[in-house]
Nanobody
Framework: QVQLVESGGGLVQAGGSLRLSCAAS????????VGWFRQAPGKEREFVAA????????YYADSVKGRATISRDNAKNTVYLQMNSLKPEDTAVYYC???????????????????WGQGTQVTVSS
């Protein structure tokens, strides 16, 4: 089992920045790929970004490409999502998720991930 705890959400004005953190309970977290997803009210959950177990590969949704950076510090069992130039449409609950380092399922798909955090709210005011 891997327990994930997100933090760093909050209220920010458009154009501002936030850094979300995803802390894992397990030392072997470095073996897991990690993704960030978000869900806005009345909308389906959508992929935001993902990072491979080694950190060598990263993936982004077109909607955040150029504004988001995902990174990981395996020594701290933590994955970060830096979001810049935030827009009101970025408002959502952000979830991190962990899945096996190797999988036939691509990083963009929620079913790739076995463990999910409880989410952190990000609200961007215009």
């Amino acid at each position: 089992q891997v327990q994930l705890v997100e933090s760093g959400g909050g209220l920010v004005q458009a154009g501002g920045s936030l850094r979300l953190s995803c802390a894992a309970s397990r030392r072997t977290f470095s073996n897991y790929a990690v993704g960030w997803f978000r869900q806005a009210p009345g909308k389906e959950r959508e992929f935001v970004a993902a990072i491979s177990w080694s950190g060598d590969s990263t993936y982004y949704a077109d909607s955040v490409k150029g504004r988001a950076t995902i990174s990981r510090d395996n020594a701290k069992n933590t994955v970060y999502l830096q979001m810049n130039s935030l827009k009101p449409e970025d408002t959502a609950v952000y979830y991190c998720a962990a899945g096996p380092g190797y999988s036939r399922i691509n990083y963009y798909t929620g079913s790739r991930y076995d463990y999910w955090g409880q989410g952190t709210q990000v609200t961007v005011s215009s």
